[in-house]
């Protein structure tokens, strides 16, 4: 599966809202801090992942976020993690 090939291999991965339920079909969540919207992330407990309530999560090299109203923090450490990479493959 393409998202679980994205983990493997330690790439970016950015979910918000309903996103990190893919994660959770790809079986990548144990273990990881993350968050998602409301009504997910009781699923994601259950899953394994330690869910925070909070407007952005990174992770490693998972971003995630719970609403639309979380978006500036979500592109913001998103294109933060993106300069990152860009940086070390200078």
């Given at each position: 599966m393409f998202t679980?090939?994205?983990?493997?291999?330690?790439r970016?991965?950015?979910a918000v809202c309903h996103?990190?339920?893919l994660l959770m079909t790809a079986g990548v969540v144990r273990g990881r801090t993350?968050?998602?919207w409301k009504t997910v992330q009781s699923?994601?407990?259950?899953a394994g992942a330690n869910v925070v309530d909070d407007e952005v999560v990174v992770d490693?090299?998972?971003v995630t976020s719970r609403k639309p109203g979380d978006l500036?923090?979500?592109?913001?450490?998103?294109l933060a993690m993106l300069e990152?990479?860009?940086a070390v493959t200078r």
């Open positions: 679980r090939a994205f983990f493997d291999r330690e970016p991965v950015f996103g990190p339920q993350m968050t998602a699923d994601l407990r259950y490693r090299n998972l500036d923090a979500f592109s913001r450490e998103s990152r990479i860009a």
